[in-house]
């Protein structure tokens, strides 16, 4: 193979690797609450790794809002018992804002049909007095939890550990259709969830077309 060639699949292949890689998740309605898992299939929690660091993991909440509704609260539960992996975060979003809250509101107990307990370790909710509007109402907003990890944690330990159950994510959800309900939804993995793996990127595509330039050149 002609060492050109060679340098350049090094170097576009270490970019393809320093690109972020991203999970999504559904939700279902939790145990308690009114009957409203019909903006189940609305809600989105997209979970990304950060380029160029190991330590900061962002988690991206979505409502394509068919009914009605507005993500209100965001809560996070480490089941791990190796020890804390969630050490603290940062919110930013599109349209919504959101603070630092584990006040009366913090969910704890059972949460799920089976019982386990889910006991939150950190919380957002939507700021007061500003109606849905602070919230993920529309499928124009989204609310982005940056998420700093104890050290030697990484983006994969967080996806296995929410594969596995140890790290869950729970959201309170208000202004439900017509009648204003209010419900809780957790974290689930969707049937037709795929391995983590890249987001698309031109490096991606790039070290491609070079596959293809040595494929053509052997010839």
Do not use: W
């Not at 409502?63 to 018992?81: L, M, P, Q």
């Not at 370790?121 to 700093?148: C, H, M």
């Amino acid at each position: 193979m002609n060492r050109g060639i060679i340098g350049a699949l090094g170097v576009v292949a270490a970019a393809s690797c320093a690109a972020g890689e991203s999970f999504s998740f559904g939700f279902a309605q939790s145990a308690s609450g009114p009957s409203a898992s019909s903006v189940a299939s609305q809600l989105n929690l997209r979970v990304s790794s950060v380029q160029g660091t190991s330590s900061l993991v962002d988690f991206t909440f979505t409502n394509s809002a068919e009914t009605a509704s507005s993500i209100s609260s965001v809560f996070f539960a480490n089941d791990d018992t190796e020890g804390r992996m969630l050490l603290g975060a940062l919110v930013s979003g599109d349209g919504t804002d959101f603070q630092f809250g584990l006040g009366s509101t913090l969910p704890s107990g059972p949460a799920l049909a089976s019982g386990d307990p889910f006991n939150a370790v950190l919380g957002f909710q939507a700021k007061d007095g500003e109606g849905t509007e602070a919230g993920v109402d529309s499928a124009a907003d989204s609310l982005t939890v940056r998420v700093f990890l104890a050290a030697g944690y990484s983006f994969r330990t967080v996806i296995d550990r929410m594969l596995e159950g140890d790290l869950r994510v729970q959201i309170g959800v208000d202004s439900i259709g017509e009648a204003g309900l209010s419900a809780s939804y957790l974290n689930v993995v969707p049937m037709s969830a795929n391995p983590v793996v890249p987001v698309p990127t031109a490096a991606g595509l790039a070290l491609a077309g070079l596959a293809g330039v040595v494929t053509r050149r052997r010839r």
